[in-house]
Structures are given as C-alpha cells and as structure tokens.
C-alpha cells in the first residue's frame, strides 16, 4: 500500500490534514526505526564474521603445517606383500 493510497483513505474518512500529517510522521519515524535496526543487525553480522575470520587466520599462521600432509606414499608391489 503505497502513501498515496493512504492518503486518499483518510481523505474518505475525513481526516483533518494535522492528522494524515501526525500519521505520516509517524509512520515515517517507525520505517526508520526499523531500517536502522536492521542496519544495526547486519552491522553486528559483519563484526562477528571480522573476529572469526580474524580468528582462523590466527590460528592459521601459528600452526606448524607438516609439509608431507595429504601426501600419499609409494609403496612398491613386492615391499606390499611383505606388510599383508
């Protein structure tokens, strides 16, 4: 429902324009009310990804990484037989 439509609803039910204009400040006050917590929310969001992200890198450049992880080791076919 747009403002227009409003409006012209309270015009039908005659209003006075003090009214439309207290009805219109406030609905205005409360759009803005909402936006800036909703702003406040997405802002408490991207904080506390900041700290984790900041967090892992933490970690991350702390941590002694084995340079041989993830690889696999040669085994040769005769030495297999031997270790089953």
Not at 24 to 33: A, E, K, P, Y
């Amino acid at each position: 429902m747009s403002l227009v439509h409003i409006l012209l609803d309270c015009a039908s039910l005659n209003f006075s324009g003090r009214e439309i204009e207290a009805d219109t400040s406030n609905l205005s006050f409360g759009i803005s009310r909402v936006y800036s917590q909703q702003c406040g929310y997405v802002l408490a969001d991207a904080e506390n990804a900041q700290h984790s992200i900041r967090a892992l890198l933490k970690v991350v450049r702390t941590a002694e990484l084995d340079p041989e992880a993830g690889r696999g080791r040669h085994v040769n076919a005769s030495r297999a037989r031997l270790l089953s």
